[in-house]
């Protein structure tokens, strides 16, 4: 009874207090529609009809078969994994830039930064235009350097059609991911560096260690767990975006850009139907919970070490 | 033969100066104990010697050659900081084979040779066996060998040391305390101790440099340090509890509490001066009394004796006494600079 | 005007310029500091790989943004026939910054944006506060668990979602009505405030709130007087990347809201300023830097704080 008395002194039922309401809130919020999601992925449910009749895994059959999804699910791994691999290098490379104490280091962060400031969907604006077809800015360099035009290196054309190209649309997408994603890495990955004990940079320098030493031996080993966590971050954020294609190539040519994420809103939400579309969006699940787990427990175990 | 020569060295961060004009000379096998305050500039000081700060002026030779300019790998010497800075990923092997293969072109070194070399040097530590584990499942004495292990497995020219027996709990202390010595004393290595602790400092230190403001104060033996101090910062700034310290018209006296006491003890209280006491507190410490009271004339300053417990003289409170202090126990002090002043030249004033 | 048409004219040159100087004035502070030694034009010499690394970069991360900057003043003509895209053949022209206030519905958008951005901002402190103070202290074990549900929650893309909340949106009556962002936003924007106010909550010392409890505070009293106050830098960080996090939303604010006057700034500007397939390109362009500049300077203003605001969080949990 004791206990009870001064309710507000009690840190266990302040504590459920305080953690309730935002719980609540989330669980609501995306507990409920991914629960929703995965009975919209058994049923027949459209825009138009929106009774939920159960079908069984006919929706999972249907789109597991689909060829298109195959290649929309092949493509957006892909990207993901390629993306990555450039993220981290230049991540790398920069939050080491970014740690050490520079002139000029305020502005050149504020540049470096804004790819990553700025909404998606406005900074592809000028992606588009920088790879538009005809007036690229790009090209024009290329073409008054000689790569391009009658007797180009790279082609014959006046343009090299970056969004409109098989291969280069590709290219063009994860490029511009990388562009993007790269700072949010590097911020992570600065946070990591910035926590390592200065003592033991100094004592580094003391036991004779260069630079590269010093970053391969030492710094780099101690980030690693949080160079995990950078890499989960950006790699589900890469595998869930639809913004970048959606502006950019609306998944043209053909297939060949279009993404997990942007198929399932084609298909659910502009084809109206909702119970594919949830089907399809509910395959990236799995491989992200088992990303997510796989990552979270490397990160620990090189903690603990 | 000094092997560390440093001259008129200076360091300023921005306006403050941490280091203000140092010259230090430190001999081949000694053991330095530099010792001040938090924020005396000693650890700026020993960061310097080590290569870690550049100076904003001065000079500092190791083995007879300018270092001044020099990175900390070219300097050959080695530190230990007061967090050990273990490299956490690493065990024990790799810790102490790490400063080896950093330098192995500098030292020329083949992969058996670091083996060898950091057996070796783990076993003259008794660590031998911990070589495979990790930093983090070692106690802290454990921590410290390593660390020492991994300072000298390059065989330095000077070791340098920044608190490093302060994460240690006072039990331990004292035994590492000795064992840093006997291994210093046996392996017969200049070692440079950055400290606060005056009992660390009198333990450890073949010579103790005590700073203060980023100047050194004095330069000595311990015991000539405690015993001549000179100036009233190092006088008050060692011994426990500290000088004490009374006003005279154009000077300052002081005498240690130790040698504040009852004139009846005294053998011959002609060589001694003689104070009228009013005790005001006592307080038991076991061994020893320590009385606080006032000397007549210098009501305003508290004044200390350290009486021993086994001497049968009973000391009442709010009782007034005939204390004594031998002549030569007195030390004078400038009233401006605080610089110590000569007995003689005193004499008569008083 | 004729400033700006100038300062257009020139635009490389006066950047190549601007920068050069910066560098001469850089130099010549050096030398006066430490003296005109040679050791001095060594270091320089020396650094200069490393500037070369930087500039690469920042030239890369930039490069839209500069190209944005000179469109927005081009004339059709200059920008269509006889494209040149990096000098002005024809005198800078303010008609289409003009048009993109007056003609467009970018002041809706910019205005629904704020308002939504602001509603989830208050929705999510209110949540999120109390939720952070008490995974940071108060909550052992199952509040740890409760923590690393909440960042996989985080994980947890809008793709994956969007489709069952655009259907409870539809059932609540919310469809194109910013109702429904403000509403859904906070699923994301709690946890990861959360996670970064913990952050900043763990870096207050706990001997303040004994303080304040032996002071005759209740624990919530003490959160409230002592712990918020002392947090307030980490709270400021704490929204200003929650209103950008709102600000960046794409996939919520295309599939909840058709209706041109509600949309959102990130919605708005690239479907609504293209007319099938009429880009409108000065307007679209300016309308994108307009926003990327603020939101930039912000984030880099708050830096610092959430790269704090991380770690601390990261130690434990």
């Not at chain 1, 290098?89 to 740690?99: E, G, K, R, W, Y």
């Not at chain 1, 659910?268 to 969006?281: F, K, P, W």
């Not at chain 2, 065989?155 to 027996?165: C, M, N, R, T």
């Not at chain 3, 952070?132 to 108060?138: G, M, P, T």
């Amino acid at each position: 009874m004791a206990r009870l008395s001064y309710p507000l002194d009690n840190r266990r039922l302040v504590g459920i207090m305080f953690l309730t309401p935002a719980l609540l809130y989330i669980l609501l919020l995306v507990g409920f529609p991914f629960l929703l999601a995965i009975a919209f992925g058994f049923s027949d449910v459209t825009v138009g009809n929106t009774d939920l009749n159960f079908v069984g895994l006919r929706n999972y059959f249907a789109v597991w078969e689909n060829d298109i999804f195959r290649q929309v699910f092949e493509t957006t791994i892909r990207f993901t994994l390629v993306s990555q691999i450039f993220i981290l290098i230049f991540a790398n490379i920069l939050a080491i830039i970014f740690t050490q104490d520079f002139t000029g280091k305020w502005f050149a962060r504020f540049i470096f930064i804004l790819p990553w400031a700025t909404p998606v969907s406005l900074a592809m604006i000028g992606w588009l235009w920088m790879l538009d077809t005809k007036y690229s800015p790009i090209d024009y360099l290329l073409l008054q350097t000689g790569f391009l035009g009658p007797n180009g290196i790279l082609s014959n054309s006046r343009n090299l059609f970056w969004l409109a190209t098989p291969d280069l649309s590709q290219i063009s997408v994860i490029f511009v991911q990388v562009w993007r994603m790269t700072p949010l890495a590097t911020v992570i990955l600065m946070a990591g560096l910035s926590s390592i004990p200065t003592d033991i940079l100094d004592q580094a320098e003391v036991d004779g260690s260069r630079f590269m030493r010093t970053l391969l031996q030492i710094k780099l080993p101690l980030i690693l767990p949080i160079m995990v966590i950078a890499l989960l971050f950006s790699m589900i954020t890469m595998f869930g975006d639809m913004t970048v294609v959606y502006v950019l190539t609306r998944g043209g040519p053909v297939d060949y850009t279009r993404v997990l994420g942007l198929y399932s809103f084609q298909v659910g939400i502009e084809g109206g139907n909702l119970a594919q579309g949830a089907a399809i969006s509910l395959f990236a699940f799995p491989l992200l919970l088992a990303m997510a787990i796989f990552m979270l427990r490397t990160a620990s175990r090189a903690e603990v070490q | 033969m000094s092997i560390v020569q440093i001259t008129s060295l200076k360091k300023y961060f921005d306006s403050v100066r941490a280091v203000d004009g140092v010259d230090l000379a430190i001999d081949q096998g000694e053991f330095l104990v530099i010792l001040g305050p938090s924020g005396c500039g000693k650890t700026t000081l020993m960061r310097m010697i080590a290569g870690l700060e550049k100076p904003t002026a001065g000079h500092i030779e190791i083995g007879g050659e300018d270092v001044t300019d020099l990175p900390p790998r070219k300097r050959g010497v080695s530190m230990v900081f007061q967090s050990y800075a273990l490299y956490p990923h690493m065990n024990v092997f790799n810790n102490i084979a790490f400063p080896l293969r950093a330098q192995r072109r500098e030292l020329k070194f083949d992969k058996r040779a670091i083996r060898e070399k950091v057996e070796n040097t783990a076993r003259v530590l008794e660590i031998d066996s911990l070589l495979d584990r990790r930093p983090r499942q070692l106690s802290g004495g454990q921590r410290q060998r390593v660390a020492i292990a991994r300072a000298m497995v390059t065989q330095p020219s000077v070791l340098l040391l920044d608190e490093p027996l302060s994460n240690l709990d006072a039990k331990l202390r004292a035994n590492a305390r000795d064992e840093l010595k006997d291994f210093q004393r046996s392996s017969n290595i200049t070692a440079v101790f950055v400290t606060h602790d005056q009992i660390e400092a009198m333990g450890l230190g073949d010579r103790i440099v005590v700073m203060s403001e980023g100047k050194i104060q004095q330069i000595g033996t311990p015991q000539s340090i405690y015993d001549d101090p000179a100036n009233e910062f190092v006088a008050t700034f060692l011994g426990s509890p500290s000088m004490n310290i009374l006003s005279a018209k154009r000077f300052r006296f002081g005498f240690r509490p130790e040698h504040f006491l009852p004139k009846t003890l005294h053998d011959n209280p002609e060589n001694s001066r003689i104070f009228h006491y009013y005790v005001k507190r006592v307080e038991y410490l076991g061994s020893d009394r320590l009385v606080y009271g006032y000397v007549q004339g210098h009501e305003r300053e508290l004044t200390l004796a350290k009486v021993p417990s086994n001497v049968r003289v009973s000391l009442d409170i709010e009782g007034d006494y005939e204390f004594a202090v031998h002549n030569r126990d007195i030390k004078y002090f400038d009233n401006i600079s605080g610089q110590r002043i000569e007995q003689q030249s005193l004499a008569q004033a008083f | 005007m004729s400033l700006l048409s100038w300062i257009l004219q020139n635009f490389w040159a006066l950047l190549v310029l601007l920068f050069l100087a910066l560098v001469a004035l850089r130099i010549a502070w050096r030398i006066h500091r430490f003296g005109a030694t040679r050791a001095e034009f060594v270091y320089i010499l020396r650094r200069s790989p490393f500037y070369l690394v930087v500039l690469t970069f920042c030239f890369f991360a930039a490069a839209p943004f500069l190209i944005m900057f000179m469109h927005t003043f081009k004339t059709d003509g200059d920008l269509y026939r006889r494209p040149q895209p990096f000098v002005f053949r024809q005198d800078p022209t303010l008609e289409h910054l003009d048009a993109l206030f007056n003609n467009t519905a970018y002041l809706e958008f910019i205005r629904n944006s704020v308002v939504v951005g602001i509603a989830v901002v208050i929705i999510t402190l209110a949540l999120s506060l109390p939720a952070a103070y008490a995974l940071a202290r108060l909550t052992g074990r199952w509040g740890e668990r409760a923590g690393i549900l909440m960042f996989l929650v985080y994980l947890v893309p809008p793709t994956l979602l969007f489709i069952p909340m655009f259907r409870i949106v539809v059932l609540l009556g919310l469809k194109d009505d910013p109702m429904s962002l403000i509403v859904v936003y906070p699923s994301f924007t709690v946890p990861f405030s959360m996670w970064l106010l913990s952050g900043f909550f763990k870096a207050v010392p706990p001997e303040l709130e004994e303080a304040a409890l032996v002071d005759g505070y209740n624990r919530v009293e003490a959160f409230l007087r002592v712990v918020l106050p002392l947090s307030l830098p980490g709270i400021i960080s704490t929204i200003v990347f929650t209103f950008t996090l709102t600000l960046h939303e794409f996939i919520y604010g295309l599939v909840f809201i058709a209706d041109t006057s509600q949309r959102t700034l990130s919605v708005g500007v690239p479907t609504e300023l293209i007319l099938g397939d009429v880009y409108f390109w000065q307007p679209l362009l300016a309308a994108a830097l307009i926003i990327a500049i603020p939101v930039g300077l912000a984030y880099n203003l708050f830096l610092d704080s959430l790269v704090q605001g991380f770690t601390m969080g990261a130690v434990k949990g």
